[in-house]
């Protein structure tokens, strides 16, 4: 389980950027990101594969224990769920992202985001949620076809347990900080 961070002395104003996901686990993970990088996405190896929940959102440090709180009481009125991503999707022309779909689950990280983006961490989205695992971003055009080609044939189901809060550290890497089991 991901270590749980603890602010101390006079930082709690200081702000820390967060972010709520699902993760995929190995070894579906490990494909995508492999996939990720193998289309020279330089993001592949800073964002662990998931579906995010709650996209990356400022806060203050001394906020988290009202956060974690609300995120515990998320995750106790949900419930495990299985989820089937299969072939990709696209986001063009509207914004240069090529997916792999949540065909099964969907609704269940539908109801799950609206819980978790609500009280403490409000907050409005510029596009309407979408649940997906992202295989390549911000890439030229013909990386991203051949990226939308390739993740056609990808296949996963397995088991979510839970969610995890996550932190961007000053090295702009993405890390689990706190995980979240249902029920």
């Given amino acids: 389980m991901p270590q749980q961070y603890r602010p101390e002395g006079d930082d709690l104003d200081e702000v820390v950027t967060i972010g709520v996901s699902i993760s995929v686990p190995d070894p579906y993970g490990a494909q995508i990101q492999d996939a990720r990088a193998g289309h020279g996405d330089p993001l592949a190896r800073s964002i662990p594969t998931h579906v995010t929940l709650l996209p990356p959102t400022p806060v203050a440090i001394g906020?988290?224990?009202?956060?974690?709180?609300?995120?515990?009481?998320?995750?106790?009125?949900?419930?495990?769920?299985?989820?089937?991503?299969?072939?990709?999707?696209t986001f063009r022309p509207v914004s240069p992202v090529v997916y792999v779909r949540v065909e099964e689950g969907a609704q269940e990280c539908r109801a799950l985001e609206a819980d978790v983006r609500s009280g403490p961490v409000a907050r409005e989205l510029a596009?309407?949620?979408?649940?997906?695992?992202?295989?390549?971003?911000?890439?030229?055009?013909?990386?991203?076809?051949q990226a939308f080609e390739q993740a056609r044939g990808f296949r996963a189901v397995f088991e979510v347990p839970g969610f995890s809060l996550s932190r961007f550290g000053p090295d702009e890497v993405w890390r689990p900080w706190h995980g979240y089991r249902f029920g």
């Fill in 63 to 89: 906020a988290l224990p009202t956060i974690e709180a609300h995120l515990r009481a998320v995750a106790a009125g949900h419930r495990p769920f299985r989820m089937l991503l299969r072939g990709s999707g």
């Fill in 127 to 145: 596009f309407p949620y979408h649940p997906h695992v992202t295989v390549a971003h911000g890439l030229p055009e013909p990386v991203l076809d």
